[in-house]
């Protein structure tokens, strides 16, 4: 089913697969290919299993890029904000059964999504926004670069009373971020705020395979 037409200022996620080149240059690409399938598949899992009430996320994938933006511009921003990092949450827990891990930059601002007149031989997508822009250009290219499974929302364009009401509001995922001077970082991996420190010092100048332990729930409990 394809996406229904969107143009509001909202939250956005530009998300893809860490490592996804030197996948395409081992064995005939053949891991970059399953990547792909794991990616697809759960990808529309998280989007499908999200909370039938609140704001809807929805998402665009291609290739090993993801773009998954919040609709109901009329909810409050904390509730948009939420929803949206419980999907992220999803798709990267989703992610590791299969050793794979997404770099996700978040942005707020104007977004537009329009389907256009198509016939065979060619899709065409009207995607447009500095929503958009700002969380891909944060993806190769922001203030500090953006490790294997790190989630950031930039502060950029991002009104004060949307920050404070965002950071204050008492649910799961608001709980475990920390914010620093360009960034609201989330941390997926974490049950609460408290398990922050312990994981960022497992993360710490470890190894691909020990990030992926780092990663995992059972070690944030």
């Not at 893809?16 to 064995?27: A, H, L, Y």
């Not at 921003?77 to 992610?95: C, E, F, S, Y």
């Not at 537009?112 to 700002?134: D, L, P, S």
């Not at 009373?161 to 965002?166: D, F, G, S, T, V």
Request: hydrophobic share 35%.
């Amino acid at each position: 089913m394809p996406l229904d037409n969107f143009d509001n200022d909202t939250f956005l996620a530009f998300t893809d697969i860490s490592g996804f080149k030197k996948m395409m240059s081992r064995e005939q690409g053949v891991p970059a290919i399953r990547a792909l399938d794991n990616f697809f598949r759960e990808g529309y899992q998280a989007l499908s299993s999200q909370r039938k009430t609140g704001p809807r996320v929805d998402g665009l994938f291609i290739s090993d890029c993801g773009i998954l933006f919040v609709r109901n511009p009329q909810e409050r921003p904390a509730l948009r904000l939420n929803a949206l990092l419980r999907v992220v949450r999803d798709l990267n827990q989703r992610l590791l059964p299969h050793h794979l891990m997404l770099t996700t930059s978040i942005a707020y601002g104007q977004f537009r999504f329009e389907n256009r007149i198509e016939f065979q031989g060619i899709e065409k997508n009207n995607v447009f926004g500095n929503a958009y822009v700002n969380a891909y250009l944060d993806q190769v290219g922001g203030f500090h670069k953006l490790q294997p499974g790190k989630c950031r929302v930039l502060l950029k364009n991002l009104p004060e009373q949307i920050l404070n009401e965002a950071a204050n509001a008492n649910n799961d995922c608001h709980q475990i971020t920390k914010k620093d001077k360009h960034y609201l970082h989330y941390y997926w991996m974490c049950n609460s705020a408290d398990q922050i420190e312990g994981f960022e010092n497992r993360y710490e100048d470890a190894p691909y395979e020990g990030i992926l332990r780092a990663l995992q729930p059972n070690h944030n409990n």
